[in-house]
């Protein structure tokens, strides 16, 4: 079992940054790959982003692409989400996966182990 703890998110306007961070805990963090997906109300889960077990190898959804940044940190069990240049259109709950498997990828049936999300809300 793995348990994820997201945080970071909150209220910011349009232009401004925000770092998501998810915690992991209960086995070995780097067995994982990791990803982000969010979600706005009346719209269906989303990709965000997701890297491997290393964090050598990440993909970005075309949506995000240039302004978020996915990373991790293995020492700290811990994947990060670094979003740059936000608009009202990031506005969701966003979550952090965890699959078994060290392989990334986009799909969200993937993932094995879910955040309970963090709301982002960007104003314009």
């Known amino acids: 079992q793995v348990q994820l703890v997201e945080s970071g998110g909150g209220l910011v306007q349009a232009g401004d940054s925000l770092r998501l961070s998810c915690a992991a805990s209960g086995r070995t963090f780097s067995n994982n790959a990791m990803a982000w997906f969010r979600q706005a109300p009346g719209n269906e889960r989303e990709s965000v982003a997701a890297?491997?077990?290393?964090?050598?190898?990440?993909y970005t959804a075309d949506s995000v692409k240039g302004r978020f940044t996915i990373s991790r940190d293995n020492a700290k069990n811990t994947v990060y989400l670094q979003m740059n240049r936000l608009k009202p259109e990031d506005t969701a709950v966003y979550y952090c996966?965890?699959?078994?498997?060290?392989?990334?990828?986009?799909?969200?049936?993937?993932?094995?182990?879910w955040g309970q999300g963090t709301q982002v809300t960007v104003s314009s």
């Open positions: 890297i491997n077990w290393s964090g050598g190898t990440t």
């Open positions: 996966a965890a699959k078994n498997g060290r392989i990334a990828t986009m799909t969200g049936e993937r993932y094995d182990y």
